[in-house]
């Protein structure tokens, strides 16, 4: 769930400052926060759907490789 809020404040010089630093101060641990929390949801799903893939194309490619022979027989 998504909550956006819109308005104007009007604030002293000194109290806009400490707004913006507190603003800048949370800012850092929100963006943090997210990047730990796609890292542990989306990269081990990423990994298992990788090898899937990865393990499909190596069947492909592993089926068209001819066996290779000497002296008459194949290794």
């Not at 909550?3 to 507190?22: H, P």
């Not at 890292?39 to 990994?47: C, E, N, Q, R």
Request: glycine share 4%; hydrophobic share 45%.
């Amino acid at each position: 769930m998504f909550v956006s809020l819109q308005f104007r404040l009007e604030l002293k010089k000194e109290d806009k400052e400490k707004l913006i630093r507190l603003m800048r101060k949370q800012s850092s641990p929100i963006r943090v926060a997210y990047r730990r929390l796609l890292i542990s949801l989306v990269f081990p799903i990423l990994g298992k759907v990788l090898s899937i893939l990865v393990e499909e194309v190596w069947d492909r490619v592993r089926s068209r490789l001819a066996s290779l022979e000497v002296g008459g027989a194949s290794r």
